[in-house]
């Protein structure tokens, strides 16, 4: 138990390197890039204390250049999930009872090594992974996943101070207690950091977990758990396993010790798993936390008087870095009439200089959508759109998969603002804009309220700040996170807690003590210094 009552170092947020022409830190980058891309790596679960190789081996590709191989995972079954829950569940005792200033101490380090010696590497995967430019990948893999695992230890630290007022004669104190059972963790491919998140939160405040990537995220998985295992992770406490989820949830949602889910992904899976859970609930030994961020189809409103540059710049960013494959991206856009001239003119300029290619080359902006299946659905909405006379393409709306999954950046002007692609998640390199009247400010307001079952992001530019305060009033529930003249990306860990409601999730705040909360199970205890040896009160006495 600890000597002493501790604080971890105040964390900051990470500096996002630059990646300059001439920077040490290009350098290195490239380097790492060109030492991946020069061998093909043989990517197994881990299990406990083992390296498992199943010899069923699925190849891993560039999005950007799908006939390269990178090399092959190996897939797991059923039985690699039951062994994984073996592992979790005979790790956990040990893991619960190391004092906390040592589980912190691990993932501090683990946030360092990510700072240093393994920043290249993990950004190189990323890109070549999951298609991200050198600054997507470096604002991802490298800073949000360090300044995860450092804001997480200052806020479990806030946690375990939170403690009770005590009475006269009483020692009230609370315990927080790793969750009775094990935690299944659901990462995505969009971002890394959420990859090593989501498992390391529930981790870091004692318990342990079974974690199950996306497929096209396997490539740079397997370095978090790298770093993790070089930080000194002890072995069972985060089980890495590639098996696909109907296998995974026929073992883990039967399993009586199943405890908690953290997951991200898409909205219609969230709601399988969660049924899925209710229906098993009286197999479990306790009511499983449910911890999920999920789809959305997030906006930008726009009043009169807001500038047109601003807002064509926050389109452009917002809707097309990483290829609109953000949950909190641009999908929808309302732009008065009065700006919609200069907008489109400001868009159509910013397009014609975006570059679209290959990571490798730092001069690209776009890149690839993450794979085939991927690129299948977005092009299918771009035809769509084509094919609706309400529908104006007026930037981009081209599409190629010979040799990448490229998607030019498409902006669809619509003249009906139920259509297609105004409602549906489409998660991809399209943004659709309609033009309202300009006087029609809050009736516009109304219909971006009501016109998706997402409540994840959304932003207002304006300079009205009387326009201001009625958006962020009428829109109170339509977005867990809300700009105001920005665009309606780039949550900073400490800063912007990121999460939303309705279909969107849970909103339990990745990135702030609140999620910390879901992973432990608080006990309370009183201590009575002197006992009470006589069961009679004052009030029975007669005089």
């Known amino acids: 138990m600890p000597k002493g009552v501790y604080t971890v170092p105040l964390p900051k947020n990470e500096p996002v390197l630059s990646y300059a022409p001439g920077s040490s830190e290009r350098a290195n980058l490239k380097k790492a890039l060109e030492e991946a891309r020069s061998k093909q790596a043989d990517i197994p679960m881990y299990i406990g204390a083992e390296e498992v190789r199943t010899g069923k081996k699925k190849p891993l590709n560039p999005p950007h250049d799908h006939q390269h191989l990178l090399g092959h995972f190996h897939e797991g079954d059923a039985s690699h999930v039951e062994q994984a829950i073996n592992a979790a569940l005979g790790a956990k005792e040990a893991w619960a009872e190391l004092a906390w200033e040592h589980r912190a101490s691990i993932f501090l380090k683990a946030a360092d090594l990510l700072a240093g010696p393994y920043r290249a590497k993990i950004n190189a995967a990323t890109m070549l992974g999951q298609s991200k430019n050198a600054f997507q ?207 489109k003119k400001y868009i159509q300029e910013d397009l014609k200089s975006i570059k679209m290619g290959v990571t490798e080359d730092f001069s690209n902006f776009v890149n690839a959508v993450i794979d085939e299946r991927a690129f299948d659905k977005i092009a299918s909405y771009i035809d769509r759109v084509k094919a609706n006379d309400m529908n104006d393409i007026v930037a981009g709306g081209n599409y190629d998969k010979s040799k990448g999954y490229f998607i030019e950046p498409t902006v669809v002007h619509s003249k009906d603002p139920q259509s297609l692609t105004m409602c549906e998640e489409i998660f991809g390199p399209v943004v659709t804009i309609y033009v309202y009247q300009a006087e029609r400010y809050e009736e516009t307001l109304e219909l971006v309220n009501s016109t998706s079952p997402y409540a994840l992001t959304g932003s207002i530019l304006a300079k009205d700040r009387y326009a201001i305060e009625l958006a962020s009033k009428k829109l109170v529930n339509a977005a867990g996170n809300f700009y105001i003249n920005d665009k309606p990306t780039g949550a900073v860990v400490g800063q912007q807690p990121f999460g939303g409601s309705r279909a969107s999730g849970t909103n339990d705040k990745a990135g702030s003590a609140l999620n910390l909360l879901r992973w432990v199970s608080p006990r309370t205890i009183k201590e009575t210094f002197v006992p009470p040896v006589d069961y009679r009160y004052p009030f029975l006495q007669e005089k």
């Not at 950091?193 to 974690?211: K, R």
């Not at 978090?224 to 995974?248: H, Q």
């Not at 798993?273 to 936390?289: C, E």
Request: with cysteine; aromatic share 14%; proline share 5%.
């Open 137 to 343: 990948a470096e604002i991802d893999s490298a800073c949000e996943l360090i300044d995860f695992l450092r804001f997480n230890a200052h806020y479990m630290v806030q946690i375990y101070q939170d403690q009770p007022e005590s009475s006269p004669g009483v020692w009230n104190r609370l315990e927080y207690r790793p969750l009775e059972g094990f935690v299944f963790a659901i990462t995505p491919f969009n971002f890394t950091a959420i990859a090593g998140n989501l498992p390391a939160s529930a981790a870091l405040m004692g318990n342990t977990v079974v974690w199950k990537p996306a497929f096209t995220q396997i490539y740079s998985a397997q370095v978090i758990m790298e770093v993790f295992k070089e930080a000194g992770l002890p072995d069972g406490v985060i089980n890495l396993v590639y098996v696909d989820g109907p296998t995974a949830g026929g073992v883990i949602f039967n399993h009586p010790d199943f405890a908690g889910l953290h997951f991200t992904g898409s909205t219609g899976v969230f709601k399988n798993l969660w049924k899925t859970i209710g229906q098993n609930i009286d197999k479990y030994k306790t009511y499983p936390r449910i911890v999920g961020e999920t789809g959305g189809k997030d906006f930008i409103m726009a009043h009169k008087s807001a500038n047109a540059k601003e807002l064509a710049t926050a389109i452009v960013r917002g809707a097309f870095e990483y290829q609109g494959q953000k949950c909190s991206a641009a999908s929808r856009v309302y732009v008065p009439s009065n700006l919609w001239d200069d907008v």
